[in-house]
């Protein structure tokens, strides 16, 4: 009886030890499972690219954000950043961009810095001016964000000159040429959607507008004397006269205040103002509000000239005598 006990005992301490070493496994797993998601959620990838401007392109999806971002060692695996965005809902927030980490950071970072726009790179203040052409533009943006692309940028505003609305902008470096096109037309849209009841009003089509206001912003300064000059040159089109603008010379030969020569005035190009009747064949600057509304609210007088005197003043002459006598007086 004795022994029997002693060895129920004995195989009772034997259980035991065996039942301790297998919960040993068992807390062991269950710190590995969750030891895991923690180490993938918030431990950089080997070879983190601090400090280094990464480059996702507009319009990217995510599985081409991870797939990108894990090839360039910001994050371990593509997959489970896909994972992830996708449990979050982060992945129809994340944007496009240059940027910049300034320390390796997990997963989760990472991903919250893509949502948020967080781009980890200043802005660069960008002023484009009333009566700048695309190509002036290019010139400003080209001089605060080294490296631009303005090749790129004149191809992608080739067709929207005059619809580049002048504003002050803050862009990231980076930022391609497509997407800052597409931004100051975006903005002229803007804009001009608060003077369509004058718009439609005036019932002239928007290109004939924009081109209109583009001259007004070449030629005249100050908002009274535009709209007297838009009703001059919208009296010169009703009567079949030849606008005669100097400033779209200026735009064909690509300088500013250019003064056209004896062959401009008789040569065959469509911005010849004086041989050909009618409107430039596109607008000569980007124009901003104020001369966009001066065009489609013009001042109804019978003038047909106009100029500039030397001391900046703007003379008016309904007879070209009249206007001689101007350019004497004034033009000296």
């Known amino acids: 009886m004795f022994v029997s006990v002693r060895f129920w005992l004995t195989e009772q301490k034997l259980r ?146 005059g619809y580049l609305f002048p504003d002050t902008y803050f862009i990231l470096p980076g930022t391609t040429p497509e997407d800052i096109v597409q931004r100051l037309h975006t903005q002229f849209d803007a804009k001009v959607a608060t003077i369509q009841p004058q718009i439609t009003k005036f019932g002239k089509p928007l290109r004939d507008d924009v081109i209109i206001a583009s001259i007004l912003e070449r030629e005249v300064k100050g908002t009274k004397d535009e709209r007297i000059v838009a009703g001059i040159l919208y009296n010169r089109l009703n009567k079949g006269m030849p606008l005669q603008v100097d400033a779209a010379f200026g735009y064909a030969h690509d300088i500013d205040g250019y003064t056209p020569t004896s062959a401009d005035l008789t040569g065959n190009s469509p911005y010849n103002t004086y041989r050909f009747s009618g409107l430039p064949p596109t607008p000569i600057s980007n124009p901003g509000l104020d001369s966009l509304l001066a065009a489609v609210t013009p001042t109804k007088t019978s003038y047909i000239y106009y100029i500039t005197g030397t001391d900046g003043t703007m003379h008016y002459a309904t007879t070209f005598a009249q206007h001689e006598a101007n350019i004497a007086k004034y033009l000296k």
Do not use: C
């Open 16 to 161: 035991t030890r065996a039942l301790k070493g297998k919960w040993r496994y068992v807390v062991a797993a269950i710190v590995l499972v969750l030891l895991i998601p923690i180490y993938i959620l918030f431990t950089p990838a080997v070879g983190f690219p601090k400090g280094q401007i990464i480059s996702i392109p507009a319009d990217s999806a995510s599985d081409q954000i991870a797939s990108q971002l894990a090839a360039q060692h910001v994050i371990r695996s593509a997959f489970q950043f896909k994972v992830l965005a996708r449990l979050t809902g982060q992945d129809r927030q994340l944007e496009s961009g240059m940027y910049v980490f300034k320390q390796s950071l997990g997963l989760v970072s990472v991903m919250n810095r893509l949502a948020t726009g967080n781009h980890g790179i200043a802005e660069a203040r960008v002023t484009l001016t009333e009566g700048m052409t695309a190509k002036d533009m290019a010139q400003v943006i080209a001089a605060q964000l080294p490296g631009f692309d303005t090749t790129g940028f004149l191809n992608a505003a080739s067709t929207s000159e």
